[in-house]
T-cell receptor, first 114, second 113 residues
């Protein structure tokens, strides 16, 4: 079975540009999480969805960040406009709510904003 | 506010030795405590997890010890091997993990041959 699929794996962009990160969760999973990883702050939960509905976006840094989940098999995290401090690895994870609680992570999207 | 504190930040252990990583949490509502392992360029993956109704859980060379009164839990890796070299994260959650995980900042473990 395919795991969580993220794209792009690497993105280099200039400050002010729009960045869109994409995630395909594991088929059948009904919860999806976006995390950001940096050396200074570790793994931070940005937002999560249950059954395609955003439940908690309190971790989203500011209005420049937005996330959508139009259907059960696709989610996006958008940053507009991007800033150098947004440089990080962004992970998407999915789980089957009510089961073991295990999160299955993708391989991440490494974002560099110049 | 850091809800899960992890130590040490980095750890070097000789092959065959015991690696010990510690975590402390603040929120008494947490009821699920997993450890994740991350290799370079990969996402974290679940290694082992415990719920507060038991004080210890063992899976192969990996053991979680849990102290509910002290709000602490630790990961022990017995007979550490070079292949165990990775970053380890403790985490905690309410609702059995349904609301996402709050992670510690990670421990970079190096096992020397």
């Amino acid at each position: 079975d395919a795991g969580v699929i993220q794209s792009p794996r690497h993105e280099v962009t200039e400050m002010g540009q729009e960045v869109t990160l994409r995630c395909k969760p594991i088929s059948g999973h009904n919860s999806l999480f976006w995390y950001r990883q940096t050396m200074m702050r570790g793994l931070e939960l940005l937002i999560y969805f249950n059954n395609n509905v955003p439940i908690d976006d309190s971790g989203m840094p500011e209005d420049r960040f937005s996330a959508k989940m139009p259907n059960a098999s696709f989610s996006t995290l958008k940053i507009q406009p991007s800033e150098p401090r947004d440089s990080a690895v962004y992970f998407c994870a999915s789980s089957l709510q009510g089961w073991t609680g295990e999160l299955f992570f993708g391989e991440g999207s490494r974002l560099t904003v110049l | 506010q850091q809800q899960v504190k992890q130590s040490p930040q980095s750890l070097i252990v000789q092959k065959g030795g015991i690696s010990i990583i510690n975590c402390a949490y603040e929120n008494t509502a947490f009821d699920y405590f997993p450890w994740y392992q991350q290799f370079p360029g990969k996402g974290p993956a679940l290694l082992i997890a415990i719920r507060p109704d038991v004080s210890e859980k063992k899976e192969g060379r990996f053991t979680i010890s849990f102290n509910k009164s002290a709000k602490q839990f630790s990961l022990h890796i017995m007979d550490s091997q070079p292949g165990d070299s990775a970053t380890y994260f403790c985490a905690a959650s309410k609702g059995g993990g349904a609301d996402g995980l709050t992670f510690g900042k990670g421990t970079h473990l190096i096992i020397q041959p």
